[in-house]
């Protein structure tokens, strides 16, 4: 049975978006392998984060998971963070705590949300 349009362009859509974002779903040889961020700073840059974006992004992560830098950045968690600051959703996908941290930090950028 043939797949619907819909679900043929959402599909190419997705891998169009996964390359712009520099993630490869081929997997690597193990000897090839990246090393992964360690600091949030580098899933920042990893990411493709910059100026007052990249710095909001460490800030709020610093106050909002201090404790949880290694194993964030180890398990990929701040990737998925970065990429919604990186496509300017990380208020809406904050809970309210984050949500006032961020308005905390940047209240000219969040006070109005």
Known sequence: ?????????????????????????????????EEK???????????????????????YMMQRWPDEEVNFCEDGYAEERALCFLKGMEFCKSDLYGQAILKRLYPEVYASR
């Open 37 to 59: 961020p360690k600091t949030y700073q580098e899933v920042a840059e990893k990411i493709g984060l910059r100026g007052h974006t990249a710095r909001i992004f460490v800030q």
């Open 1 to 33: 049975m043939k797949e619907p349009a819909a679900v043929i362009i959402c599909r190419l859509e997705a891998e169009r978006e996964i390359q712009n974002l520099g993630f490869n779903p081929i997997p690597k040889e193990d000897n090839m392998k």
